[in-house]
């Protein structure tokens, strides 16, 4: 028998990469902070982009009288790995930051790295990355919002660890 990381939620699996994107999307997942890292043994290049965020694992359709959906969320840390080249724009900073959507473009020269475009309300990042690693930090909570409060989610963290 097959036990799945979260059974209420049909979440498969608690560590995803780049292999997975065709079966991923980011759409409505709020960030709460991004942070451009270096490796401590100096490879090159030298950049990590990390992204704090809400991942939303399920969307539930409403039932009965309901009129709104309800989600399955998890705390999540999206790695993207050798990072460069990383342009982008932020604002206003007054408002939430929640991604649209992540598209993975072919490499537009000879470079071997497809470039990676996230696109969101006040935000959008472009950047050259050989791939990704999302960990979800902590077990899906149902709950009727597109983002878990601070204490739901433990706060703000960039741990790598997922919790299966």
Not at 40 to 63: F, K, N, S
Not at 79 to 97: K, Q, S
Not at 142 to 150: G, I
Request: contains cysteine; charged residues 20%.
């Amino acid at each position: 028998m097959i036990t799945l990381p979260h059974p209420p939620s049909g979440l498969t699996k608690a560590t995803w990469t780049d292999a997975d994107f065709p079966g991923m999307g980011w759409h409505d997942c709020r960030v709460h902070a991004v942070s451009i890292g270096e490796y401590a043994d100096g490879t090159l290049p030298p950049a990590r982009m990390l992204l704090d965020l809400d991942y939303i694992v399920r969307w539930v359709q409403p039932a009965g009288r309901d009129r709104n959906f309800t989600f399955w969320i998890a705390p999540a840390t999206l790695v993207l790995e050798r990072a460069w080249n990383i342009d982008g724009r932020l604002g206003p900073l007054h408002e939430v930051m929640e991604i649209a959507d992540v598209h993975r473009l072919d490499s537009p020269d000879s470079n071997p790295e497809p470039l990676w475009h996230i696109e969101g309300q006040n935000f959008e990042f472009r950047l050259r990355a050989v791939g990704y690693t999302q960990y979800l930090r902590l077990p899906p909570q149902h709950v009727p919002r597109q983002a878990l409060t601070s204490t739901e989610r433990a706060g703000m963290s960039f741990a790598e660890q997922s919790f299966a």
